[in-house]
């Protein structure tokens, strides 16, 4: 893994044992967002975190699927020591779903996604982010404070959002791979993504290194 940041992108990986241990802290989100969902639906929905990737930042818009894809997504800004955009994203089909099941168990009609019941989606991201930003900022030793949020519906929008809300030193995109599965669906895919500047990247590839030398035994 690289130590000095400020070089070519493509020189950014993380190795396997860096993935599996993000992803160790990942689940602990998951199956506290599990358990709040379960209770908010009043019928069990599980989340596994099956894949994290690091992405460039100018890579985000191929990465969810062109600037025509429908999605549906929450930027979300992160005020900290270190600069970040959390980003929740759905398809569309798979954001009515939830949406729809939430109110249901909460007595309202359910709307299409076209009419969505902003409020019930705009909840439904505060679950998930408390639930994910609670064991990230564990991780960081960091504390988030997250704010503005609101509903961006495609890709190429996405995209513009991003560029309005953070700045030059935002690079790169911690990847949060998402299953959902949902009572009566089949298992639909979420992305939760952490858009960090570079002293958060440093900070990330610095905490992972010292969480893989305590497993190592290196650090008592």
Same mark, same amino acid.
């Given at each position: 893994m690289?130590?000095?940041l400020?070089?070519?992108e493509?020189?950014?990986r993380?190795t396997?044992?860096?993935?599996d241990t993000l992803?160790?802290?990942s689940?602990?989100?998951?199956?506290?967002?599990t358990?709040?969902?379960?209770a908010?639906?009043g019928?069990?929905?599980?989340?596994?975190?099956p894949?994290?990737?690091l *992405?460039? !930042?100018? &890579? !985000?818009t191929?990465f969810l699927?062109?600037?025509?894809e429908?999605?549906?997504?929450?930027p979300?800004q992160?005020?900290?020591?270190?600069?970040?955009?959390? !980003?929740?994203?759905?398809?569309?089909?798979?954001a009515?779903?939830l949406?729809?099941?939430?109110?249901?168990?909460?007595? &309202?009609?359910?709307k299409k996604?076209?009419e969505?019941?902003?409020?019930?989606?705009?909840?439904l991201?505060?679950?998930?982010?408390?639930?994910y930003l609670?064991?990230?900022?564990?991780?960081?030793?960091?504390?988030?404070?997250p704010?503005?949020?609101q *509903?961006v519906?495609?890709?190429?929008a996405?995209a513009?959002?991003?560029?309005?809300?953070?700045?030059?030193?935002?690079?790169y995109?911690?990847?949060?791979?998402?299953?959902?599965?949902?009572?009566?669906?089949?298992?639909?895919?979420?992305?939760f993504?952490?858009? *960090?500047?570079?002293l958060?990247l440093?900070?990330?590839l610095?905490?992972?290194?010292r969480?893989m030398?305590v497993?190592?035994?290196?650090?008592?």
């Open positions: 690289p130590k000095v400020g070089m070519e493509e020189s950014i993380l396997p044992m860096e993935k992803k160790e802290v689940n602990l989100g998951s199956a506290k967002a358990n709040t969902l379960s908010i639906i019928r069990p929905v599980k989340l596994t975190v894949y994290i990737q *992405i460039p !930042i100018e &890579r !985000i191929s699927g062109g600037p025509h429908v999605l549906a997504c929450t979300i992160i005020f900290s020591q270190k600069k970040a955009v959390l !980003i929740i994203i759905f398809k569309r089909k798979t009515s779903a949406v729809e099941l939430m109110n249901k168990q909460a007595g &309202r009609v359910p996604l076209e969505m019941d902003v409020s019930t989606f705009i909840e991201a505060h679950i998930l982010n408390n639930a609670n064991p990230l900022a564990n991780f960081f030793d960091e504390k988030f404070s704010e503005n949020t *509903i519906l495609d890709a190429s996405i513009g959002q991003l560029i309005g809300q953070i700045n030059s030193d935002i690079k995109g911690l990847v949060i791979g998402t299953d959902f599965l949902l009572p009566g669906e089949k298992e639909v895919e979420g992305k993504i952490l858009f *960090i500047d570079e958060g440093r900070a990330l610095e905490a992972l290194d969480r030398l497993r190592k035994g290196k650090i008592f």
